[in-house]
Nanobody, 125 residues
Framework: QAQLVESGGGLVQAGGSLRLSCAASGRTFSTYAMGWFRQVPEKEREFVAAISWIGLRTAYADSVKGRFTISRDNAKNTVYLQMNSLRPEDTAVYSC??????????????????WGRGTQVTVSS
C-alpha cells in the first residue's frame, strides 16, 4: 500500500482559493488511480474528485464541478486538488486516497486501499 500525506489546507474566505497536495510513497505511485474525499463531523465521507493513473481521465462531484481541478505529477509522486471559488459548504477535512488495482468505482470510498490522514479546509463567509 501507498503512504499518503496531505498538505495545503487552511482558513480562507469565501470566493478564495487553496491548493491541496498529496505526497505518496511506497509502491509505484504512477500505477494508482487517486481520489480526493471530504468529511464533516457526523456525516459520511463524500467523493470530491479522482484521476486516472496517467492523468488522462478525471471525475468530479457535481458540487465541485467547474470550481475544483484534480491533477497529478507522477515524477513527484504527488496529486493536487486546486480549489477555486470556495464556499462555506466546502469546509471539511480533505483526504486523498489511492487504488492499487483497477476495476473499481472511483466514487465509492470502499474502492480505495490507502488513505492519508487528511487536511482541514475552513471557508469563512
Amino acid at each position: 500500500q501507498a503512504q499518503l500525506v496531505e498538505s495545503g489546507g487552511g482558513l480562507v474566505q469565501a470566493g478564495g482559493s487553496l491548493r491541496l497536495s498529496c505526497a505518496a510513497s511506497g509502491r509505484t505511485f504512477s500505477t494508482y488511480a487517486m481520489g480526493w474525499f471530504r468529511q464533516v463531523p457526523e456525516k459520511e465521507r463524500e467523493f470530491v474528485a479522482a484521476i486516472s493513473w496517467i492523468g488522462l481521465r478525471t471525475a468530479y462531484a457535481d458540487s465541485v464541478k467547474g470550481r475544483f481541478t484534480i491533477s497529478r505529477d507522477n515524477a513527484k509522486n504527488t496529486v493536487y486538488l486546486q480549489m477555486n471559488s470556495l464556499r462555506p459548504e466546502d469546509t471539511a477535512v480533505y483526504s486523498c486516497a489511492a487504488q492499487d488495482r483497477g476495476g473499481r468505482s472511483w466514487y465509492d470510498k470502499r474502492g480505495y486501499d490507502s488513505w492519508g490522514r487528511g487536511t482541514q479546509v475552513t471557508v469563512s463567509s
